[in-house]
């Protein structure tokens, strides 16, 4: 544990409580006194209230569109089945302002729905919902998904074999054991949509605003730190309640589990329920995921003068009356590449000890310590920004000319990924395979290797896909960070969305399309990858 605790102590604790104290403190006095004041005004709660709801409906609507998707990747087998697993996962790493305006286009005045049906959402919470569905889909596919296609499926067809009916087979042996990571899934979900910004910001309009939007008003808009710390602090708070429930009610739940090698679980679909399943997932999957990333396409090649290459080609020219870059944009492709792969590395490291640490039942503290590591997600990325700059800026922490200090903020959100990713599987481990290692001389590094690595590699991989996708698309932290020299891909499309003119927002669409390019082909190739077989029994 002393490896993780070090890394959140310094890059986390350390940024978030030193700008919580520059906002809570005034002539070096607390102004505890402001809680109350923030806390009793009309607008604030009703923020709240908003924030609380939607972030429940939008974790169940995810939960019930997805779970079918998650079934079919990991039982059935179908032709294209790597690639649209790839797909899938392409919404969760864009940009939240691109997401928003791709639903937009979609949904607002002159979209898909209003040409064709006259109907328009923008401005309606059920925007904000689809939306989120949008983005979450990938969560629950992968989180759930990756442990229901290592589930022995023998111990489900003996029950029938006894005599329970399909769903009671299901409901009394799969389900119970895929709880921990429905859980997981749950609660990044909720994360995600609790502290939503650029959806809500951009579809919301001024009728809705998250905890995140109304932070980021009152620090850029009103500069009224004072208000933006407090509610931080109740974003922290709430956030850190969920977490300790969810620590709580899982641990309850965990249970070695029989896991199987995925490949040899998933058959051709067999029968008309589940060719008709199928057939609703792709059906669902293209029109809320597909059909926003065509617009995102479409719009890419429309340029002035007809479909065409011409804002791709602008991509690799600098302004010469001083734009949004000193560099040409296409320099965010590599820089948003070699970012990732840093962050993904420190992501694993630490995320892969601090699940390994989990694992052993170590009390109170180790249970704790579980639910600290998901605070990143549920901390607004505007004060782990603000954070960053007025902390890590003297010796021996001067890191704001290093190009090392983007990958360390984006590897705070791909850290609880891969512990989530990692943990139901780790923990489903027979303990007994450790001990009889022992037994016969393996040291705790051989046993690791020998008994835990073979048959959690397939999360290991899933769990650094997710840590790639995240860092790709992490757009919080970095804009306040990401030098001008050196933007990541979200950067430079929000700087050029935030810009006026055709060419700047075609570029920006053009950008957004390579993003997509990009982490699908980095997704496509993960899916490649092949694990020995882990077949044997936990």
């Not at 791709?102 to 209003?114: E, K």
């Not at 960053?388 to 850290?415: H, K, M, N, Y």
């Not at 923990?427 to 450790?434: G, I, Q, S, Y």
């Amino acid at each position: 544990m002393a490896g993780p605790v070090a890394f959140f102590a310094v890059f986390f604790a350390y940024p978030v409580s030193a700008i919580v104290g520059r906002g809570l403190r005034a002539d070096g006095a607390w102004q505890f006194g402001r809680f109350g004041e923030v806390l009793g005004r009309p607008d604030i709660l009703s923020v709240l209230w908003f924030t609380t709801w939607q972030a429940l409906a939008s974790t169940a609507l995810t939960l019930l569109i997805a779970l079918p998707g998650a079934y079919a990747f990991a039982r059935l087998d179908f032709p294209g089945k790597r690639l649209l697993r790839a797909m899938v996962t392409v919404p969760f790493v864009l940009p939240t302002v691109v997401v928003g305006t791709a639903f937009l286009a979609l949904l607002g005045r002159g979209g898909l729905l209003d040409e064709l049906w006259g109907i328009r959402l923008d401005t309606t919470v059920w925007a904000i919902l689809l939306a989120h569905v949008f983005f979450n889909y990938a969560v629950v596919v992968r989180t759930v998904g990756g442990l229901w296609s290592q589930l022995d499926p023998r111990q489900e067809e003996a029950a029938r074999v006894l005599g329970a009916g399909r769903f009671a087979a299901w409901r009394r042996v799969t389900f119970p054991a895929l709880v921990p990571s429905l859980a997981a899934a749950a609660l990044m979900v909720f994360l995600f949509t609790f502290t939503s910004f650029g959806v809500v910001q951009i579809l919301g309009g001024p009728s809705f605003s998250t905890l995140e939007v109304e932070i980021y008003r009152q620090t850029a808009d009103f500069l009224d730190l004072t208000t933006a710390a407090v509610l931080t602090m109740v974003q922290f708070t709430a956030v850190g309640a969920v977490l300790a429930v969810h620590a709580w009610t899982v641990r309850r739940r965990e249970s070695a589990l029989r896991l199987a090698d995925p490949a040899r679980t998933a058959r051709r679909p067999r029968g008309a329920a589940q060719w008709t399943l199928l057939g609703g997932v792709l059906a669902t999957m293209g029109v809320l995921l597909l059909a926003p990333l065509a617009v995102l396409v479409e719009r890419s090649f429309d340029t002035p003068a007809g479909y065409g290459l011409g804002y791709y080609r602008e991509l690799a020219t600098v302004d010469p009356a001083g734009g949004a870059f000193l560099v040409p944009p296409i320099d965010a492709v590599w820089n948003s590449l070699r970012y990732a792969l840093a962050a993904t590395t420190i992501a694993v490291a630490v995320g892969g000890l601090a699940a390994a640490a989990l694992t052993r039942r170590a009390g109170r503290l180790v249970r704790g310590f579980d639910a600290l590591l998901m605070l990143p997600l549920g901390v607004s990325a505007v004060t782990v920004g603000f954070g960053f700059l007025i902390t890590l800026d003297e010796p021996p922490l001067d890191l704001r000319a290093s190009w090392i200090l983007v990958p360390l903020a984006q590897a705070l959100v791909g850290v609880p990924f891969v512990v989530r990713t990692m943990l139901p599987v780790l923990r489903a481990v027979d303990e007994r395979l450790r001990e009889a290692a022992a037994v016969l001389g393996a040291s705790p590094l051989r046993a690791w290797r020998e008994v835990d690595l073979p048959l959690v590699r397939r999360a290991l991989l899933v769990a650094a896909g997710f840590a790639f996708a995240v860092s790709l698309g992490e757009f919080g932290a970095t804009v306040f960070i990401a030098r001008p020299d050196n933007p990541t891909l979200p950067v430079a499309v929000a700087r050029l969305l935030g810009r006026p003119g055709e060419l700047n927002y075609g570029q920006a669409m053009a950008l957004s399309t390579i993003l997509m390019v990009v982490c699908a082909a980095a997704l496509l190739l993960l899916e490649r990858v092949r694990t020995g077989s882990t077949s044997e029994e936990l």
